[in-house]
């Protein structure tokens, strides 16, 4: 076995891990605290991904673009809270997910017309663009390194602001008791309203993130919300510590079963039936592996306490 | 007969004498039209059955229609190019017994575990099995993959000619009606009832002393294997198939059709399908950017017309209260 | 004596609220036993335990000889004990006929019909009217279960667990929300049901539970202090300590 090929491609797998954990952090925050399902959260992955790709040819440099497309991506999902999602909060799920899949056609056309058609891709500064050597023969782009880094760094945040501070008192308060957080003189929609935009922020961040990578284009929104949301029911709808550990596992199962399904495949097949087989199999192990979870837990693995 | 009753009759008259009228004056294209509308229609009956009845939000039911279009597929491709001489054949009713059979077992696994989990999980897990079929159909370069599979001979049927455009409208019609009688009876039956009590209140069926998972599993199966048989007509309508038909924004379409014409009616899904293919035809003749005002009319109908089309007709003819 | 239901050593918490704090509690066959307390004393939770909504964390159900601790609901529902819900939770969107009918329906044993239309089966529909009749509400048998007004639920509710047929009913505050006149009917309604099923009775009304119940247990914070006969009760000191002097 080639390790230093494995120590590469779990890196990679921790780096997908990462990024489906801020898109599922922020499905599933809205999810526990609003009971409110969103398609249109991969929508917003992808506007985050174009406004920062547009701002980084305007401002001439990809982190300076990336914190200003932050805020305003929190204010697009402002937006979309106030006129549409709001309004949908105290319908049934089957209508969440007909509204919200009636605003992924009209985010991804408002995006096709501003945008265009094609992709857009987004260039590095030097110091990013490089490769680090980790040890010989293990080279990791140092890009993808950045991602890990602020993976685990919004990971923290979120522990922290949900653990230690006033607004995550009334976010998990509010998430078990809607009325007793309006009794406390909390205005609730201003928080939903606030949620909703972190949520937002944080599916942005993993769009602009991954852009320069793959490019900012329009299907890519709703690639990612299926697995976002494999994550979200594999770790437990609502639990944030289930999010983080679901997107590892599916990050790195997805990862390494591509990379590596078909040698495993040849040990006991033909070379030629294992290349066929292997990129079926592959495709298919996230949903096997979510099958198998949800046959043994059907609440995924950290289920939410009883409301 | 109620207004309702009248409604259903004068809509499948409609379609039964309007579009081979248009086919004879040489309007084949609205022929084109109808037919796709009719076969989508039995895909739409057979997800009102445990969507708009049974209270199960299905939100893959695509990927049914693509097994049942593959079910054409690819014994066809194996009947022209060799390899598979298992499945190698044009026989029509081959292909039924395979769209049928395969959409019945892959109901009955992704069933079996999805009724486990309640409320958002099940549409959830319903997604992710949808997609789990399209990545892997996507994935199998054999069929072409990404590229989709062209299907060079449609299924040879006994006294059918497929070909025909009106023999294929003929069939699909048919099948249509008799979907729809067939949803007609069963949820009238006693089974539909238990159906329709779990939509109701599970936890009441239970201190009843009903296993509603049995229910629902049966349900969904017979859902799952009519829309395979949809699935089969597409193919032979199409004649070429690919993944992309059972992509979940595929699902969340036909969902659509089923809300907007009006779930748990006998009509609703049919006027759904119509008013969503001739939308589709109507606005995309005029721009390119089409799904933005389809998208703002999805969520316009979300959020005012509750029951969908057919809920208007009930308030208008004041049939109930 | 011929216990029908044991319960022992049942507990169940929610977090850090403990909703049934190890109670035992014996039920005969045919007796009306009732069970009292204040608000948020776990009655609730324990009909629910006993119906299998809700899992105990430990102790043991028996019925008839039986464990069904484990036991799923719709099992427990054919062993021959069912309870009336308190949030009425009929099937609005069908007729009122049609849930006594579903009711008659889940011990005649032909569920899976798939085509016959089950309307046109009429001893299921003779059956389900005499039980509307039974509770008066034969007239409005074709109106839809959304259609009544709330006293009316709460008749259909018990139609509904008549029409069961189980062996054992257990219903949870039947009176909830009726007006005096109402409350009146249901309670003489009751009364004709005694001797004939066992019925264990939630209930806040205390006229109507000291009119009706051949034993009374009461329940504060999840804990039974007290089982007896109406007097014995009327006269507990520990009941009047922590119930009833609240009243």
């Not at chain 1, 489906?20 to 985050?48: K, Q």
């Not at chain 1, 437990?236 to 590892?248: D, E, L, R, T, Y």
């Not at chain 2, 069939?171 to 009876?185: E, N």
């Not at chain 3, 005694?194 to 804990?223: C, N, P, W």
Request: charged content about 15%; proline content about 3%.
């Amino acid at each position: 076995m080639d390790y230093t090929l494995l120590f590469v491609q779990v890196i990679n797998g921790v780096q997908l891990g990462l990024l489906l954990f801020l898109v599922a952090s922020g499905l599933t925050l809205v999810f526990g605290i609003l009971d409110f399902v969103n398609l249109a959260h991969g929508s917003i992955y992808m506007i985050g991904a174009f406004i920062c790709a547009s701002l980084t040819f305007y401002l001439g440099n990809f982190l300076l673009a990336l914190l200003v497309a932050l805020p305003l991506t929190g204010l697009v999902g402002y937006a979309i809270e106030r006129f549409v999602a709001r309004k949908l909060y105290e319908k049934d799920h089957l209508d969440h997910v007909l509204g919200t899949f009636g605003l992924i056609l009209v985010l991804d056309t408002s995006a096709h017309l501003i945008w265009g058609p094609e992709g857009i891709s987004v260039p590095l500064p030097l110091w990013l663009d490089g490769q680090v050597e980790i040890f010989e023969g293990a080279v990791i782009p140092t890009f993808r390194l950045l991602i890990i880094a602020t993976g685990l760094g919004v990971a923290a945040g979120l522990v922290w602001l949900v653990n230690y501070t006033r607004l995550g008192m009334l976010i998990r308060a509010g998430a078990s008791n809607r009325t007793m957080v309006s009794a406390l003189g909390i205005d609730i929609k201003t928080l939903f309203a606030l949620v909703f935009a972190l949520g937002s922020m944080m599916a942005g961040l993993a769009g602009m993130l991954i852009s320069p990578i793959t490019e900012a284009s329009i299907g890519m929104g709703g690639e990612i919300i299926i697995t976002a949301f494999v994550v979200i029911i594999v770790g437990g709808i609502g639990s944030m510590k289930g999010a983080f550990i679901a997107a590892i596992i599916i990050g790195l199962i997805d990862t390494l079963g591509r990379a590596f399904l078909d040698s495993l495949f040849e040990l006991v097949m033909s070379e030629n039936a294992a290349e066929t087989a292997a990129p079926a199999v592959s495709a298919m192990m996230i949903y096997i592996l979510m099958a198998i979870i949800l046959a043994l837990r059907p609440q995924g693995l950290f289920p939410p306490k009883v409301r | 007969m109620n207004t309702i009753g009248k409604i259903t009759i004068a809509g499948m008259l409609i379609l039964a004498i309007v579009p081979p009228v248009l086919l004879l004056s040489g309007q084949a294209f609205y022929m084109d039209l109808a037919t796709r509308l009719v076969i989508l229609g039995i895909g739409a009956v057979s997800l009102n059955l445990i969507l708009g009845f049974g209270g199960m939000v299905s939100f893959g039911h695509a990927a049914f229609i693509g097994l049942g279009a593959y079910a054409v597929g690819i014994p066809a491709y194996h009947a022209t190019y060799g390899e598979f001489e298992m499945v190698a054949s044009y026989n029509g009713l081959l292909h039924i017994a395979l769209a049928v059979g395969f959409s019945a077992l892959f109901a009955l696994i992704t069933g079996a575990i999805s009724l486990r989990t309640k409320g958002v999980y099940f549409i959830m897990i319903t997604m992710a099995f949808g997609q789990m079929a399209y990545y892997f159909f996507l994935s199998l370069d054999i069929y072409g993959g990404d590229d989709g599979l062209t299907i060079d001979v449609r299924s040879e049927l006994p006294l059918i000619n497929l070909d025909s455009p009106m023999q294929l409208y003929g069939l699909s019609y048919v099948s249509l009606a008799v979907a729809m009688y067939l949803v007609h009876r069963m949820v009238n039956s006693r089974f539909g009832m238990v159906l329709q009590g779990t939509k109701g209140n599970v936890e009441r069926m239970a201190t009843l002393g009903y296993n509603t998972y049995y229910y629902q599993l049966l349900a969904y199966v017979i859902s799952g294997a009519m829309c395979g048989y949809a699935g089969f007509l597409l193919g032979n309508f199409t004649t070429f198939i690919s993944p992309d038909m059972m992509h979940w924004t595929r699902s969340g379409e036909l969902m659509f059709m089923v809300i907007l014409g009006g779930a748990s009616t006998a009509l609703g899904p049919i006027l759904g399908s119509s008013l969503f293919i001739l939308l589709e035809e109507i606005l995309s003749s005029f721009t390119i950017y089409w799904h933005l005002p389809f998208g703002l009319l999805l969520i316009l109908v979300v959020l005012f017309i509750r029951g969908g089309i057919m809920g208007l007709f009930k308030n208008m003819g004041g049939s109930s209260k | 004596m011929n216990t029908l239901l044991q319960i022992s050593g049942l507990k169940k918490q929610f977090g850090g609220v403990i909703a049934t704090d190890d109670v035992n509690l014996e039920v005969t066959k045919g007796e009306l036993h009732a069970i009292i307390g204040p608000n948020g004393a776990g009655k609730t939770t324990l009909i629910s335990q006993l119906s299998g909504a809700v899992r105990p964390d430990s102790g043991t159900i028996t019925f008839k000889g039986s464990n069904i601790t484990n036991r799923p609901a719709h099992a427990r529902a054919q062993l021959g004990i069912t309870r009336s819900f308190q949030i009425t939770s009929l099937i609005m969107s069908m007729s009122v006929l049609d849930n006594v009918a579903l009711a008659v329906q889940a011990h005649d044993g032909h569920s899976f019909k798939l085509f016959k239309p089950a309307r046109k089966i009429t001893h299921l529909r003779k059956n389900a009217l005499q039980f509307l009749q039974q509770v008066g509400l034969e007239n409005r048998a074709d109106d839809p279960a959304s259609a009544l007004s709330h006293g009316e639920h709460r008749q259909l509710e018990l139609a509904v667990a008549l029409a069961s047929s189980a062996e054992m009913m257990m219903l949870d505050e039947p009176m909830a929300g009726l007006g005096p006149e109402e409350s009146a009917t249901m309670i003489n309604f009751l009364k004709t049901l005694k001797g004939q099923k066992t019925i264990l009775l939630i209930e806040h009304d205390m006229d109507a539970v000291f009119a009706l119940a051949d034993r009374i247990s009461v329940l504060v914070y999840g804990k039974i202090i007290a089982t007896g006969k109406p007097d014995e009760i009327r006269f507990n000191d520990d009941v009047r300590h922590a119930y009833l002097g609240e009243e």
